[in-house]
């Protein structure tokens, strides 16, 4: 259903990613999808694949630029080495200005890494109408929840030892500080619960759920 692109950030570069279009084409609602710490693995592929089947026209950049694993301790080493202020201010970006150039309106959603960078890009691009982030929390100094300035939804999961149940409530008191327009919602299930091809923590029943909750959030904000 996809294709290979390149788009340009704010700076000019080219940044590529992985494009879905929808029946609608370029008159569809838009959807950054931001991978998880693996790279732009065939199951990010599919993620968008699958909101496109929805309607929305779908884009995954790809931060890593073409970097994939599958081994935890290099998933974290190409995380700790993302230059994380530019993959926000540059390649989520230029994406959603991408999808926003034919006049639709755009959200972000990311999984994990990518639900970090969801709540980042909440604060730090102003283009974008609305998140959907999935067990990711940045560090305050990076973007401060309160500041968000988009409807945010978030996803988060009772057993994780990255984004705590603490961290997680610890962020739903910022965004209610903030007086942020959000749902936060929390699945008895692991890190990481909606990727079907990891069998250690995939929860079918929450991973609907929070899939079908999402669905509902974007046709109210798109």
């Not at 201010?89 to 200005?97: E, F, P």
């Not at 067990?135 to 929840?145: L, S």
Request: negative net charge; aromatic residues 8%.
């Amino acid at each position: 259903m996809g294709e290979m692109i390149q788009f340009s950030g704010p700076d000019g570069n080219s940044v590529p990613g992985y494009l879905a279009t929808p029946a609608a084409g370029d008159g569809a609602p838009g959807i950054v999808v931001v991978q998880e710490w693996w790279g732009l693995n065939e199951q990010i592929k599919s993620m968008g694949d699958r909101f496109a089947a929805e309607g929305y026209r779908t884009l995954v950049p790809d931060l890593y630029r073409g970097r994939v694993t599958q081994d935890p301790d290099e998933a974290n080493h190409m995380m700790s080495g993302l230059d994380w202020a530019g993959a926000t201010h540059q390649d989520i970006r230029g994406a959603v200005k991408y999808l926003k150039s034919a006049g639709q309106k755009a959200a972000v959603m990311g999984f994990c890494m990518g639900g970090a960078l969801v709540i980042m890009a909440g604060v730090h691009v102003p283009e974008l109408d609305a998140g959907v982030c999935f067990y990711g929390i940045p560090p305050k100094e990076a973007a401060d929840p309160q500041k968000i300035g988009i409807p945010l939804q978030a996803h988060f999961a009772n057993t994780d030892d990255w984004c705590t149940p603490d961290a997680v409530n610890a962020l739903e008191s910022d965004l209610q500080a903030g007086g942020v327009n959000h749902e936060l919602y929390r699945y008895d299930a692991q890190h990481g619960f909606v990727n079907d091809t990891r069998s250690d923590v995939y929860d079918a029943t929450a991973a609907s759920e929070s899939i079908e909750r999402s669905l509902t959030f974007l046709k109210a904000n798109l």
